[in-house]
């Protein structure tokens, strides 16, 4: 296993991330539990998880798994997104950081978060708030390093600039969508994390799915998420994203290799990539992405499949400049 400093932490992170979405939820205790002890066995130290994931169940079945082996796992969740009804339980307000804060502590069993992201933009709360709540959090030791996902480039560097004017904790770790069909990050949010030496752990190296080899452009889903869930399918529904995943998946066959393994692999050899995050539902399921810690992916060959894709134009929109 290959280790990777996270940003300017000074924590040493496994080069994959494992997400625990599935626990308590299409994975059972016993499955999750088996999927977290192959994890252990590859060196996987990194674990990824969030307060509203199956309500709540992601965290405590984490919580267990980690119990005998808790100093030597990095672990994260995240809070933003509704946990009752009621129209203050959401956000990043003060009052709504520090209830689920101590929700996500007693569910995962532990005395700290070493990463307490804040799970998407919240535009009714005052950036301010929100950085002074995560300050405090780590002088309490609640927290180790508050990080962030599903912000805009512009949001975090705001964010940054408040936290360096005021003296304040500032985000260490970024976790944005990427993959060989939504490359929107590389645009601004992963030169920004190599800029501010932040670290970066992406979700969905297997794009929903669509990059496993199972679609094509004349071989659309019929079933699961990208076509049962209304945010999967406007995520991944765009005509030109089976086209590359049809090429993508002609590719790996070409290079024997599992179109997963390839993805995950494509994403991870990104030079601003600290960890990808991978999921699975079951043992089998979760194989291939870890195959790819066995894949040599040099530049050339990293240029070749993202060539499959369009990539995104420069911030500017000068397409000119692109290199």
Request: aromatic letters at 8%.
């Amino acid at each position: 296993m290959e280790y990777r400093t996270l940003g300017k932490t000074g924590i040493e992170v496994s080069s994959l991330c494992f997400g625990t979405m599935s626990f308590g939820g299409i994975a059972d205790e016993e499955t999750s539990r088996a999927m977290f002890n192959r994890c252990r066995e590859e060196g996987i130290n990194f674990f990824d998880c969030a307060n509203v994931y199956n309500n709540g169940a992601s965290e405590e079945i984490l919580g267990r798994l980690i119990h005998d082996s808790r100093n030597d796992i990095v672990l994260t969740t995240k809070v933003n997104f509704p946990t009752a009804p009621g129209v203050n339980n959401k956000g990043l307000s003060r009052r709504h950081i520090m209830l689920e804060v101590e929700n996500s502590l007693r569910r995962l069993n532990t005395d700290r978060i070493d990463l307490y992201f804040v799970h998407a933009f919240d535009p009714l709360t005052p950036i301010e708030e929100t950085l002074r709540a995560l300050d405090d959090l780590q002088r309490q030791g609640k927290i180790l390093h508050p990080a962030v996902s599903n912000w805009a480039a512009w949001q975090i560097a705001t964010a940054l600039g408040i936290s360096y004017k005021e003296s304040l904790v500032r985000f260490e770790c970024i976790q944005p969508m990427y993959n060989l069909v939504k490359r929107q990050a590389e645009v601004e949010i992963l030169p920004l994390a190599a800029a501010e030496q932040m670290g970066v752990i992406s979700y969905s190296p297997l794009g929903g799915g669509l990059l496993t080899g199972k679609y094509k452009a004349s071989q659309k889903p019929q079933e699961g998420r990208l076509v049962e869930q209304e945010s999967y399918k406007k995520r991944y529904g765009e005509e030109s994203y089976f086209e590359t995943a049809e090429r993508f998946t002609d590719h790996a066959a070409q290079h024997g290799i599992h179109p997963a393994t390839l993805a995950v692999a494509w994403t991870m050899a990104h030079p601003s990539i600290t960890a990808p995050i991978i999921g699975a539902r079951n043992l089998e399921q979760l194989e291939p992405s870890l195959g790819a810690l066995k894949v040599d992916m040099t530049p050339e060959w990293r240029d070749e499949i993202s060539a499959f894709s369009v990539a995104p134009p420069p911030a500017t929109d000068r397409s000119e400049e692109a290199k």
